[in-house]
């Protein structure tokens, strides 16, 4: 009996017809002939009510089950199915109401379906989580109700559904996908024209037209009695880091995501491309103190370790401390690396505090600084201003934005590599830096 109360909901269309009936009550005290009318259509009303009750409760007619994926992308729109089969032989008119996880902050999801008697439907929402983490969705609420429309069965499906958000393993995919299919161009990679050759001998072969006359081999030439050229490949298993700055200053926002997410989506998605070409890819994560570690190795399956532990890194509120990972840099990572080092400088002050720490790394490893532009900012110090305000606010973004661009000159002037980045080119940026630097040879 409990249960049937807490599943019966009365219909807009019921309050309606009682609204109307209450009206014609009070109107029938000066139109007397209405009373009995009325009463007829109060009669009408409870049968109504009664075969749509019966109809309803006479069989549990609908059943629904929410498909969730495995896992979210962070960052990108994921899809959630909801399957729904009427088990009625009437057609059955259903509003859904989700209870959608905290981090969404969104309570008034609503959809209505229509489904025939004996049918299924399927229909389908976007989610966009912008926090790694777990995800818990509640109750899948359906109220269904006939054609008659006066009441509501409510079912509840799904009561309660874990779903773990990881890094952008969909920005991975993607790609991973264009680099296999050689159409990096079309999404802002380029290619990079190499200067000289890389030591790591491939093969001999037979000289066509547009080879480098410099690589002929002349004994090869003069065993086969035509000309042959030495082929060259590019070294590969080279050991590469993303070095991530858990501080503060990474836990600014763009778009609803965080700078260090957007560090940790970028990560990812360079470590496949490097273990794709052959390299071994490590990662590292630290503020003011050391983080997690993960040693460079060139295992594709070694991807899967990478994802884990991005997934439980997160930003903190305290400084970094960049005398301690140049400290680590020196006793755990001994071989010459490629380091890319997510991180961000507001003031040029701010740099020139780490800047030793930065330059001691350098001696010995490729260093490349990866820091983000404001892009809010930006848009400020491009904006006309009409106002004193406007012009004092937009002179000082302006010199936010020149600072930046020193830096960019200081870091380089002292070998060290740049990439200053918007927060939604990190990506790419990262990949053709990385690309440009196995084409010259620097690593």
Request: aromatic share 12%; net charge positive.
């Amino acid at each position: 009996m409990i249960n049937f109360i807490k599943s019966l909901y009365l219909s807009e269309r019921f309050f309606y017809t009682l609204s109307a009936i209450a009206l014609l009550f009070l109107l029938s005290y000066w139109i007397p002939s209405l009373y009995g009318i009325v009463w007829i259509g109060v009669v009408f009303v409870a049968a109504v009510v009664i075969i749509e009750m019966s109809m309803l409760y006479s069989t549990a007619g609908l059943q629904g089950d929410r498909i969730l994926p495995e896992k979210f992308s962070n960052s990108d729109e994921n899809e959630v199915l909801l399957q729904l089969k009427n088990a009625y032989t009437f057609t059955v008119h259903v509003a859904i109401v989700e209870e959608l996880p905290v981090q969404f902050q969104k309570r008034d999801f609503f959809r209505k379906v229509t489904i025939p008697g004996k049918n299924r439907n399927t229909l389908s929402y976007i989610v966009r989580p912008v926090e790694r983490g777990e995800y818990i969705f509640g109750n899948m609420n359906c109220y269904a109700s006939s054609t008659l429309g006066m009441i509501r069965r409510r079912y509840t499906f799904n009561k309660e559904q874990m779903v773990k958000v990881y890094p952008s393993f969909i920005q991975m995919k993607k790609y991973d996908f264009l680099a296999i299919d050689n159409r990096l161009t079309h999404i802002g990679l380029k290619k990079i024209r190499k200067i000289g050759h890389t030591m790591e001998f491939e093969q001999i072969k037979e000289y066509v037209a547009g080879d480098d006359v410099r690589t002929v081999n002349w004994k090869a030439t003069a065993k086969q009695a035509r000309l042959m050229v030495n082929q060259f490949q590019d070294e590969k298993m080279q050991p590469v880091y993303s070095i991530i700055d858990t501080s503060r200053v990474m836990k600014m926002p763009f778009n609803g995501l965080k700078l260090v997410d957007y560090a940790i989506n970028s990560s990812l998605a360079f470590s496949n491309i490097a273990l794709k070409k052959g390299d071994k890819v490590g990662l590292l994560d630290f503020s003011h103190k050391i983080g997690n570690y993960l040693p460079a190795v060139a295992k594709k399956t070694y991807l899967n370790s990478v994802l884990d532990t991005l997934y439980n890194i997160d930003s903190t509120f305290l400084d970094s401390d960049f005398g301690t990972l140049q400290a680590f840099v020196k006793r755990r990572i001994t071989h010459r690396s490629l380091l890319l080092l997510y991180t961000n400088f507001e003031h040029i002050s701010a740099l020139h505090r780490q800047l030793p720490y930065l330059l001691a790394i350098a001696k010995k490893h490729v260093l490349v600084v990866i820091f983000f532009e404001n892009t809010e900012l930006k848009s400020l110090s491009e904006s006309e201003a009409t106002t004193i305000p406007e012009i004092f606010d937009q002179t000082i973004a302006q010199q936010f934005q020149f600072d930046k661009k020193v830096m960019v000159r200081e870091l380089q002037q002292r070998g060290i590599q740049t990439v200053l980045t918007a927060p939604e080119d990190l990506t790419v940026n990262t990949i053709n830096k990385y690309l440009e630097i196995k084409a010259k040879g620097l690593l």
